[in-house]
């Protein structure tokens, strides 16, 4: 049976066609332009003897995307926890039916329920994502989030947390013998947790004291460097240890890797009185104290292995009392300039008078 019936401010049309049970926005807020939309789509439909284009819900995409995707884990986690919002806010649409004012309406439901602005954009992409694989399977032609202006989305700065020397020392003295070496090698080198867990011993050269990653976030290879402090604590873990019964630097008794440390890291974080202090903030600890050190920004960038300079520009900020001091000691420079020039001036001048003229 055809029907127009209305959803939120917009009227939809239903009807029955070759035993397909057709659904679709009409666009509009008027109930008589709805109407004359669905005898118009039912004259199209019968005009057609019956072959009706292909069409593909949201929800058959989204399977079809996850199915197929060959991102990481830990990428795909992220992606399912946010397909869930999508679906329940636009599991009911096919991809057609997607459009600018849909996905106003996405952003404004999501805004309503005290959402950020940065999360919003994140769904966002994912359903970009979507439909650049649909895209390729031949279900759609173009993407509608491509076109969606996101400008009126403010992406928040980036978190950034990281300790003193002083207060690592404490978060150290505070964690467990076990989490000791792990805390140590994180800020001394500025790995992220999965690199630092899952390291083995044959990526470790410590007669170069570097460490070889191969599988990183960003699909990157990269190099490493390890302090004395870092190559140390590797060499003791592994005197310790005696024969490497496991290829893992961070092993059970078994051999097998170890897991998250993050419930003995938040017990050490209490005992510290460390508050709103995560694993992931001793990275940003490490770039931190590079950046105050007077480390340089490129070369920060490749240890910490980020895609675009642009990411490790956010430390920037922290070398205020830096160039505070450097241009203390371009003014001091300059003026000893000027007292210097005054005096060459002063015995040029000397020099130039005629002796009657200064025993005169």
């Known amino acids: 049976m055809a029907a127009v019936y209305k959803r939120g401010d917009t009227w939809w049309v239903r009807f029955r066609h070759g035993g397909e049970h057709i659904r ?18 039912i004259e199209e439909h019968r005009s057609s003897k019956g072959k009706v284009e292909q069409r593909h819900l949201l929800t058959a995409a989204i399977d079809a995307f996850f199915e197929t995707s060959s991102l990481k884990a830990s990428t795909l986690t992220t992606y399912r926890f946010q397909s869930r919002v999508v679906v329940r806010l636009m599991g009911h649409l096919h991809l057609d039916e997607i459009d600018r004012k849909a996905l106003g309406e996405f952003v404004a439901t999501r805004k309503r329920t005290g959402v950020t602005d940065a999360t919003i954009r994140r769904d966002l992409a994912f359903l970009g994502s979507v439909f650049t694989a649909a895209i390729r399977r031949g279900w759609v032609d173009t993407s509608p989030v491509t076109a969606f202006g996101k400008r009126a989305l403010k992406e928040s700065r980036p978190r950034i947390r990281f300790v003193s020397r002083e207060e690592f020392a404490r978060l150290h003295d505070a964690a467990s013998e076990t989490l000791k070496p792990i805390l140590v090698l994180a800020v001394e080198t500025g790995m992220r947790k999965e690199e630092l867990l899952s390291l083995q011993l044959e ?15 960003t699909s990157s290879p990269r190099r490493v460097p390890l302090s ?23 092993c059970k008794p078994d051999g097998s890797r170890v897991g998250d440390p993050k419930k003995g890291f938040n017990a050490a974080c209490r005992r510290a009185q460390l508050v709103d202090f995560r694993f992931h903030d001793l990275r940003h600890t490490f770039a931190s104290w590079w950046v105050q050190d007077g480390g340089d920004l490129y070369r920060l960038s490749r240890v910490l292995g980020h895609a675009t300079l642009q990411m490790t520009s956010r430390y920037g900020h922290l070398r205020t009392e830096d160039l505070h001091s450097e241009l203390e000691r371009v003014a001091q420079k300059r003026s000893q300039d000027r007292k210097s020039e005054t005096i060459r001036s002063t015995i040029d001048r000397h020099q130039e008078t005629p002796a009657s003229d200064v025993t005169r």
């Open 203 to 217: 990526q470790i050269d410590l007669r170069r004291r570097e460490v070889h990653l191969e599988i990183t976030k």
């Open 228 to 250: 004395v402090t870092a190559a140390d604590t590797v060499r003791a873990l592994i005197e310790k240890r005696g024969r490497p019964a496991s290829r893992f630097l961070f």
């Open 24 to 41: 679709r926005s009409a666009k509009t807020r008027k109930k008589a332009e709805a109407q004359d939309y669905l005898h118009r789509l």
